[in-house]
């Protein structure tokens, strides 16, 4: 069946543990409530590029379909409602998305690590590169 994984995108990555005394650790764990509630709503792969002041959640399998999510001063915002919310039209959200679409893409160079949130394997990505490119999408839509 590993072909047939590989084709159809279920094949599952394996990522060294993330290291618990690590700068992405005490970002992801200040997170973790908000974090575990959002990741307890979804049954999708999930994906954390933690950072001091926010935390950006991929979920899905990136980089083709995906969902975004992040976290500000405690409070989860998802962009599909954010891009409902501001009322922004289709073809300005499809470009959002291809804008995310690149950023993560450049990104698979980077480290990625495996942790466990409650039942759940995540994947960390600590990437200020990544975290950058994102926070200026999403900025864009006055998020």
Sequence with gaps: ????????GNKETHYPPLDSQSEAADQFRHVAPELQAFVETIDEDVEVVPAPDETYIFFGKPPKVFGLAWIREGKLKNMSEVVEEKKVPPYRAEALADLLRAAYKQ???DERYSTQ???RTVVVTPSDGLRRTVHEIVDKIGA
């Design 117 to 119: 949130l409650g039942d």
């Design 1 to 8: 069946m590993g072909i047939l994984d590989t084709l159809f």
């Design 107 to 109: 990104s698979k160079g």
